[in-house]
């Protein structure tokens, strides 16, 4: 009897204390957000109520807030090195990276409220870091008009930042302090799992929730091949226990998702593509906009306590799979920076759609598309969720990186890479990578241009380096992300993020009439270009026609011109 009365009178409380922080999306029956300083407030309450939770601030925002950081542990530790220490599976979780996509905020005021009052409990060998809201600055920019074609709720954010910057394409190129101040917490809390919360646009079909995992070839190795047979099943038979038939994310091409689709991948530009260089299970949750809120931020939460759970469950060969990870990337000869979609190998999912057809659009009178609700579907479909290198590059020794490309510098510096300066000028021989070629995007993205099918040449040389330039050596668990962005042909490389640009253009030239006469004389004098001239020639009908590309051609096999023009400065020690 004692022990009944003491259950009941902790219901009581649990419940009382679940009622004094009733978040707006429960007074309002699911409909509605809260806007951004209630939700700091919120978690300020919960700090107060609670030893189990703690409100960090972190760095700044460009909305010139600080991003904050929730911590809760069952012991009421807050140190993420000592929970590592202590063998706890930490949990990293991202929400608001587009305000307009709000579940996540709900989901996760909703869940570290019921931790803290008891009305639910996480294993003691789990715990969790949580990022409040994001972008801040999308999230005060509040419209009832944002994201037309989604359900709910009433009013909330902005996909763009303070500079109008999706996030979620930030995390290599580092353009907002918003993603500056996440690398700090990345690596602070160096978590086991991270999940980054969203909601998705697209087709209409059943699913509340679909899913993006860390790309499994991607991710490599024994981690990779867990995640593909063990984890990513437990997950989705977790939620079906629950009552939601997860499916991976619909990233399908074309009008229907009806004969699959290949698995979405998360280049190191996005946040699960970024986790993926640090050993880490990256997961982003992406609920489907034409369902109901009040139904979204429910198989959020649902989704949470499982991930908690296969934490829990799973800890030890969660921790001793990234540790295995970390070791092999020490060791590892060969590097992977470029990957593309293997067609010859697919799994098979259970789908459940809506049948799509044409009907008169009422705008233009010409057919369109639609999803008839009253005719759905299940069927098997073709995921294809295997991706193959397509560039293998050779680890260094070290690179070195000039110190004038303090731009580059202080990105890996924010990422925590070990660097040391030379501390005199050094003659050292080192691979030298020439751009040969590349295309640049004639459209702005994310305030960069980007550059791809980049193709280079190098060539060893002995090369003085002076006193304050960086010496990156290849001994170091940022090994696989150091090869990523500092290869030029990786495609979220700092190259392809347009951080060396300056290299593509020639700082000095030459007159037409005054340099005529020296070509002349050149070519006279080196028979080995004037053959490559007349070959070069003979190939291009354009070129021979052109006065000034012969001339060029010249200049830039002479000794005038200049060293810098497309030499990558970014060098090898092999």
Known sequence: MKKLLIVLLCGLFSGAQAQKFETLFEKSGGTKTPPYRDIVDFYQQLDKASGKLLLKTMGPSDAGFPLHLVLFSNDGKFDPAAWHRQKKTVILINNGIHPGEPDGIDASMLLLRDLVTGAKKIPDNVALAVIPVYNIGGCLNRSPFYRVDQNGPEEFGFRGNSQNLDLNRDFIKCDSKEARSF????????????????????????????????????????????????????????????????????????????????????????????????????????????????????????????????????????????SQAIAQALGQSQFPISWELDRSQWKEIVFKGYTAGRKPSGVSGLPRLYYDRTKPYEKTVKLYNYYKPSVLVQKPVAYIIPQGWWKVIDLLKINRVAMRTLTRDTLIEVQVTRIQDYKAAPRPFEMHHLNSDVKTTSTKQKMLFRKGDYWVSLNQSANR??????????????????????????????????????????????????????????????????????????????????????????????
């Open 183 to 322: 690398a700090e917490i990345f690596h602070t809390v160096d978590p086991d799992i991270f999940i980054d919360n969203h909601v998705s646009d697209g087709a209409d079909y059943q699913h509340v929730m679909t899913l993006i995992s860390s790309q499994h070839n991607k991710l490599g190795g024994a981690m990779g091949e867990y995640l593909n047979k063990e984890m990513e099943p437990a997950l989705y038979a977790s939620m079906k226990e629950r009552g939601y038939d997860l499916v991976p994310y619909v990233n399908f091409f074309g009008d229907t998702p009806d004969n699959g689709w290949p698995e979405f991948f998360d280049a190191p530009r996005y946040s699960s593509g970024y986790a993926t260089l640090w050993h880490t299970f990256g997961f982003t949750v992406e609920t489907h906009m034409l369902k109901p809120y009040d139904q979204r931020v429910k198989s959020n939460y649902v989704l949470m306590e499982s991930f908690c759970q296969f934490a829990s469950k799973n800890a030890e060969t969660i921790q001793s799979l990234r």
């Open 481 to 574: 992300f150091l090869m990523e962005v500092l290869e030029a042909r990786g495609p979220d490389s700092y190259f392809a993020w347009n951080f060396f640009d300056a290299i593509l253009q020639q700082k000095e030239g030459y007159s037409n009439y005054m340099f005529e006469d020296e070509a002349a004389a050149w070519l006279q004098s080196h028979p080995d270009v004037k053959q490559k001239l007349e070959q070069r020639r003979q190939s291009d009908s354009s070129f021979a026609k052109s006065a000034r590309a012969q001339l060029d051609f010249v200049f830039e096999n002479t000794p005038y011109i200049e060293p810098d023009y497309l030499r990558y400065p970014i060098y090898r020690v092999e």
